[in-house]
């Protein structure tokens, strides 16, 4: 398996710009998160995907953040318009909700930076 | 809500055995796990306790007690590529995690 497919590895944006990141999760996982991590905050949950429906949203951090899941196999997360507070690197993970450690799977992330 | 410490730093030798310490507070426990990141890199999976006690995988293991909220990954005969961040994590219902702020380990030769 190729594991959990991200891009772009990095996004260079102007403020004000529209940023779309998209997650490919591992074949079969039912289950998809979204992170942000910077070195004030460190690692955040945004929002969270169960069986492509989202659960939780109470992370994404204002009304410019979105998220959705169409199917099974693909994720985004768009941020419109883009701050420069918003640079982060971002990670999609996902996994089996079902039974055993509920290890998540990390994406490479996406490095992103808003001037 | 959610809330986990850990130490900011920890630095050992090469052969060595260093033990990073988390505790925790939340509204519903579902276990503790344990994450590696490398510089540049993305999270890792180590290990998870739902149960109290000691898991062994390798040169890592980690432990579990409940009852104290709290939780170590021990690491031993550090290696030089253990140099990362190690995050303490706990799940919430829906297998969905909070991390700790992560512990800077650095292996010295």
């Known amino acids: 398996d190729a594991g959990v497919i991200q891009s772009p590895r990095h996004e260079v944006t102007e403020m004000g710009q529209e940023v779309t990141l998209r997650c490919k999760p591992i074949?079969?996982?039912?289950?998809l998160f979204w992170y942000r991590q910077t070195m004030m905050r460190g690692l955040e949950l945004l929002i969270y995907?169960?069986?492509?429906?989202?659960?939780?949203d109470s992370g994404m951090p204002e009304d410019r953040f979105s998220a959705k899941m169409p199917n099974a196999s693909f994720s985004t997360l768009k941020i419109q318009p883009s701050e420069p507070r918003d640079s982060a690197v971002y990670f999609c993970?996902?996994?089996?909700?079902?039974?055993?450690?509920?290890?998540?799977?990390f994406g490479p992330g996406t490095r992103l930076t808003v001037t | 809500g959610q809330s986990l410490e850990q130490p900011s730093e920890v630095t050992a030798v090469e052969g060595a055995i260093v033990q990073i310490n988390c505790t925790y507070q939340?509204?519903?426990?579902?276990?503790l796990s344990w994450y590696q990141q490398h510089d540049g890199g993305a999270p890792t999976f180590l290990s998870y306790?739902?149960?109290?006690g000691l898991e062994e995988t390798g040169r890592f293991s980690s432990f579990l007690s409940r009852s104290d909220s709290y939780g170590y990954l021990l690491l031993q005969e550090l290696q030089m590529k253990d140099s990362a961040s190690y995050f303490c994590?706990?799940?919430?219902?829906?297998?969905?995690?909070?991390f700790g702020s992560g512990t800077q380990l650095t292996v010295l030769p």
């Open positions: 993970a996902s996994s089996l909700t079902s039974g055993g450690s509920g290890e998540q799977y």
């Open positions: 939340t509204s519903g426990f579902y276990g």
């Open positions: 074949s079969g996982h039912n289950s």
């Open positions: 995907f169960n069986n492509n429906v989202p659960i939780d």
């Open positions: 994590a706990v799940p919430g219902s829906a297998r969905q995690l909070t």
């Open positions: 306790n739902g149960l109290d």
